[in-house]
């Protein structure tokens, strides 16, 4: 008689004007997209509100509920009711809620009337409920300012939406909304951090990892992939770009000044990144750059690395300490992976006394002499990539 369904409240996207139905169509696909695994899965739009439906008694609404919730571009989400809208479907669709809910002795009606032609309104429909389930539940009371449990009504243009509980969505926009990235993904903590950073913000994101065999061991690269893919979980499928950077690293420790080889190395990766982006329509770089983290990072440093790129560069952590970011990876379940010992090509030829403050000009003056490495003449570098794809890397 009451249908089980998932409520979903979309988050900033409500706000936007004339274009809002691009946004909401958008994050229909992306929800559609998540619960793609566990079955087809009816999804309605209900006056801003996104509704899943169970098409079949033994869908599994939980397990939907959990893989929804990590979508972005959501504000609120949880099981409700669906039933009739007259008001005495109404009353037993909450008392059969409400004797549902577990260790309560106080609770509280909120009603909120989205289909304004409803009669009663909602001042009047709170106290007729609330009466309703005293009169049937033993040993309960109302306390409107301090309730062990609320009773939510939503009178809604398609039925009445009734639920007790709705969980925090990650907040953002969907996934894609704001064009195409690349992440440069180090295997460390910070890059799958800024990943996330940006997805949350929109972005469509691909991935850049940077390796030199036999510097670098294969189960650095595992690490990598597995990141990659716990990192789908909220960021949709992907390609990860694997590119072997040995001989170029090789090169800057024999022909530039230690002291400068972090940055130098850092500025063509961010080269090599920018024609990879280039090929794949990709219209920004993501970094897990924080400011003042470590010397390559200054704001001398940075205007130095920045100045190769054609494209901006997203650094979403600039201004986070360790600690913040720590906490966002352990959130998203990436720390435990980006703590494992496995070295990075960052790791290997690090100076013992980098540059601090870096000038553009003696940069340009020491990579004159990398001259056959640089991507625009040599153009070979990127035979050394290859790609992996999500679906590779989930079972
Ligand atoms: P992370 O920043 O991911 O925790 P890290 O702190 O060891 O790793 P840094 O030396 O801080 O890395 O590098 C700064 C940024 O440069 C990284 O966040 C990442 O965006 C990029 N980067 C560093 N190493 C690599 C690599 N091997 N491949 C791709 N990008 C890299
Ligand atoms: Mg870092």
Redesign the pocket.
């Known amino acids: 008689m009451f249908e089980d369904v998932i409520l979903i409240k979309p988050g900033e996207i409500v706000l936007k004007g004339l274009n809002k139905g691009k946004f909401v169509a958008l994050l229909c696909k992306n929800i559609k997209e998540k619960l793609k695994s566990l079955g087809e899965f009816p999804l309605l739009e209900s006056d801003s509100t996104f509704v899943v439906r169970a098409n079949q008694k033994h869908s599994d609404l939980d397990g939907a509920l959990e893989l929804v919730k990590n979508v972005f571009g959501i504000s609120k989400l949880g099981k409700a009711k669906l039933c009739n809208k007259d008001l005495d479907t109404i009353k037993s669709c909450c008392l059969q809620l409400i004797k549902e809910s577990k260790s309560f002795n106080s609770f509280k009606v909120e009603a909120k009337r989205i289909d304004k032609k409803f009669v009663p309104c909602s001042a009047e429909l709170c106290p007729q409920i609330g009466e309703f389930i005293l009169q049937n539940v033993k040993g309960v009371r109302v306390d409107v300012h301090n309730p062990d449990l609320t009773l939510k009504v939503e009178i809604r243009r398609d039925g009445a939406y009734i639920y007790v509980s709705e969980i925090r969505g990650l907040g953002g926009m969907p996934v894609g909304c704001c064009g195409r990235g690349n992440?440069?993904?180090?295997?460390?903590?910070?890059?799958?951090v800024?990943a996330y950073m940006l997805a949350k913000r929109g972005l469509n994101l691909s991935y850049?990892?940077?390796?030199s065999p036999p510097y670098t061991s294969e189960l650095a690269r595992k690490k990598v992939v597995e990141l990659f893919r716990k990192l789908t979980k909220y960021c949709g499928q992907a390609v990860l770009h694997t590119v072997e950077?040995t001989y170029i690293q090789e090169r800057i420790k024999k022909l530039c000044p230690e002291k400068l080889f972090t940055i130098i190395m850092?500025r063509f990766?961010l080269r090599i990144?920018t024609q990879i982006a280039f090929e794949n329509d990709e219209g920004a770089l993501?970094?897990?750059?924080?400011l003042g983290?470590?010397a390559?990072?200054t704001l001398e440093a940075i205007t130095c690395t920045g100045e190769v790129c054609t494209l901006p560069v997203f650094r979403p952590l600039i201004g986070m300490d360790k600690s913040e970011i720590i906490e966002i990876a352990r959130k998203i379940g990436t720390f435990e992976t980006?703590i494992l010992p496995y070295e990075?090509?960052?790791?290997i030829f690090v100076p013992n006394f980098p540059k601090t403050n870096p000038q553009i000009r003696e940069i340009k003056e020491a990579e004159a002499s990398l001259h056959g490495v640089l991507l625009d003449e040599s153009g070979s570098i990127l035979e050394n990539t290859y790609s992996i794809k999500t679906e590779e890397v989930i079972e």
């Open positions: 992440v440069l993904i180090s295997g460390g903590i910070d890059s799958p800024a850049t990892h940077f390796e950077f850092r990766m990144a993501i970094t897990g750059e924080s983290q470590v390559s990072q980006s990075d090509c960052c790791t």
